[in-house]
């Protein structure tokens, strides 16, 4: 069983950046590929970037995201990360961490087990 909290959200200028954490309970964390997704209201839950479990591991995004967002992982800490830069309106939406007891990613939300509360991100324009 894994618990997830993500922080750092919050309203940022179009051009700004945003950290994001997800907080993770357990001790097997660092066998779990993670990633984030977003919803924004009267749309579906979409993949914004993955990771794989290991520490440095493979990574994907979302074409929508490439170049501006990062995503990273700190097994130690048991936190995944979502550098996010050059924010548009358009990525205003909730963010959620999800993870998957498996060590690749999938782009798939149905292939994660656990999943945060979210955290609202918002771009002004």
């Known amino acids: 069983q894994v618990q997830l909290v993500e922080s750092g959200g919050g309203l940022v200028q179009a051009g700004g950046s945003l950290r994001l954490s997800c907080a993770a309970s357990?001790?097997?964390?660092?066998?779990?590929?993670m990633g984030w997704f977003r919803q924004a209201p009267g749309k579906e839950r979409d993949f914004v970037a993955v990771i794989s479990a290991r520490s440095g591991g493979s990574t994907y995004y979302a074409d929508s995201v490439q170049g501006r967002f990062t995503i990273s992982r700190d097994n130690a800490k048991n936190t995944m990360y979502l550098q996010m830069n050059s924010l548009k309106p358009e990525d205003t939406a909730a963010y959620y961490c999800?993870?998957?007891?498996?060590?690749?990613?999938?782009?798939?939300?149905?292939?994660?087990?656990?999943w945060g509360q979210g955290t609202q991100v918002t771009v002004s324009s």
């Open positions: 999800a993870a998957r007891p498996y060590a690749a990613w999938s782009r798939r939300t149905e292939a994660y087990d656990y």
């Open positions: 357990g001790r097997t964390f660092s066998t779990y590929a």
